[in-house]
């Protein structure tokens, strides 16, 4: 396994947290860096201070968008702990998205030890307060100064970390979304199902499009049809909970994952399947849908109180969170804070002292 340097670990000053902590507007005072290089592989790991990054205007993550990334969270627990939320599957991810942009692989052990060395010297950054929490961001982008189109042959690996605030600081509260055809966000066999840069930018236009009429979110459809959802959401239906199946164009997310573990433990009858939206706008008329919810690490369910495709606008539940997504924050939560049996071993403890 390599060696972390630990540069500087000590801070002068103690940390203050804001009253009101927004999502990654501040971060903590140190990462964890390592680079790549084709004849040495990983080397140079380190926790520093943060620092602004040196890079060449030739840098080939600017120009053709080699770039990854993931985003988990690490929690205070009731008794004290400090406690990170299904690392492994994060960082199984963030290598199934590296395979995918022909980019090296990462040690999964070595950099969850890694990152729970930095949580570990950052432990006073995490917040304190019910659904505050310490949100982990690993990076890595290519870095060779070529402009020549080709996979880098040079690496950089950051772990930052930020504090953030409660995604519902007033209460659960439902979102209102927009199914829209004039864009997509991926395509099967294109790069959907890896968190990578350029998907992100992709979302930017239809998302501003929706929120300036006053929606949240945007709710894609898949790329070659548009007739078929494509999301990491969940449809109560009269007999059955229905998530779109993973085709190669969504995310597989791990909140996705957890949830449909927890219906499994409930016997609910869950099915990864197409969910057309003529079956969904069916469905709603026949007053067969009986509530929505999407699922991630920033918000963990978020309720759906609306959903607008075209002139039809469908108002779900009564614009009421449903109680399974109710249900389903709740259990989430009360494992991440140690209030309730972690049956699945989802939670991975960080230890109070580093190595050195
Ligand atoms: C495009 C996209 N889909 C789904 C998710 C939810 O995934 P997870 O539950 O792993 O956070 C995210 C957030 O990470 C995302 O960016």
Redesign the pocket.
């Known amino acids: 396994m390599e060696k972390i340097s630990y540069q500087n670990k000590s801070r002068t000053s103690k940390v203050e947290l804001p009253s009101k902590l927004g999502f990654g507007t501040i971060f903590t005072d140190h990462i964890f860096e390592m680079d790549y290089s084709s004849e040495k592989g990983w080397h140079n790991c380190a926790i520093k201070p943060v620092e602004n990054l040196s890079v060449h205007p030739a840098a080939m993550f600017i120009h053709y968008g080699q770039s990854i990334f993931e985003?988990?969270k690490a929690f205070h627990t009731v008794d004290g702990e400090t406690v990170i939320f299904r690392p492994e599957s994060?960082l199984k991810?963030l290598n199934n998205s590296a395979k995918r942009l022909c980019m090296p692989q990462i040690d999964e052990v070595f950099v969850l030890h890694a990152l729970k060395e930095l949580v570990s010297i950052e432990k006073d950054w995490i917040p304190i307060n019910s659904g505050e929490s310490l949100y982990i961001r690993p990076i890595m982008f290519g870095t060779d100064e070529i402009l020549g189109v080709h996979p880098s042959k040079k690496y950089k690996f950051i772990i930052m970390l930020s504090p953030v605030g409660a995604y519902y600081p007033e209460g659960f509260k439902p979102v209102k979304i927009l199914m829209q055809d004039d864009y997509v966000?991926a395509v099967r066999k294109g790069v959907g199902d890896a968190?990578t840069s350029g998907?992100?930018a992709a979302?930017l236009l239809a998302t501003e499009i929706a929120n300036q009429l006053g929606y949240t979110q945007v709710l894609w459809l898949d790329g070659i049809e548009q007739k078929y959802r494509e999301?990491?959401i969940f449809v109560e239906f009269e007999n059955e909970i229905a998530t779109p199946k993973l085709t190669g164009s969504?995310?597989p997310?791990?909140?996705?994952a957890s949830v449909i573990q927890l219906l499994k433990d409930k016997d609910y009858t869950i099915n990864e399947r197409l969910i057309s939206v003529d079956e969904f706008i069916e469905a709603y008329n026949n007053g067969k849908l009986k509530g929505v919810f999407g699922?991630?690490?920033?918000a963990i369910i978020s309720p759906v109180s609306e959903v607008t495709f075209k002139d039809k606008k469908m108002v779900i539940n009564n614009g009421e969170a449903s109680n399974l997504a109710v249900e389903l924050f709740n259990e989430i939560t009360e494992i991440q804070r140690g209030n309730s049996t972690d049956k699945h071993n989802w939670i991975t403890k960080v230890p109070t002292e580093v190595a050195v």
């Open positions: 985003g988990l994060h991810r966000r968190k998907n992100y979302s999301e990491v969504i995310l997310g791990i909140t996705r699922t991630g690490t920033a």
